[in-house]
């Protein structure tokens, strides 16, 4: 026998596709951080959540969990920052109203 016959077999790597959503809930998540994350971060979210719903229904098929919780992460992040800010907007405006 030679050393090849008593090796193991190895599988070739499976290759998953990507979720639906996984790629452009991480895209619209960082982009919703910087630029409009009331928007955007709620896209983010719904795709992401989209997208972990398709990995768990068939994870032999689909991947990009990692891309998805980003996504979902950062629309939170997004939505978080953008709620502060539109909230400090309001109480300054109201401030300014009321100085007058």
């Not at 193991?8 to 998540?29: D, F, H, K, W, Y």
């Not at 971060?41 to 989209?50: E, F, H, M, R, T």
């Not at 998805?68 to 907007?89: D, H, N, R």
Request: proline share 5%.
């Amino acid at each position: 026998m030679t050393d090849l016959e008593t090796q193991p077999q190895r599988q070739p790597p499976v290759i998953r596709e990507n979720a639906p959503g996984a790629t452009a809930s991480m895209v619209l998540g960082i982009i919703g951080v910087v630029v409009a994350g009331m928007v955007l971060g709620i896209i983010a979210i719904v795709l992401a959540a989209k997208a972990r719903r398709f990995i768990a229904a068939d994870p032999q098929r689909y991947g990009g969990k990692e891309m998805a919780t980003a996504g979902m992460v950062l629309g939170i992040v997004g939505l978080c920052i953008w709620g502060i800010w539109f909230i400090i907007l309001m109480v300054t405006a109201l401030a300014a109203a009321g100085a007058h």
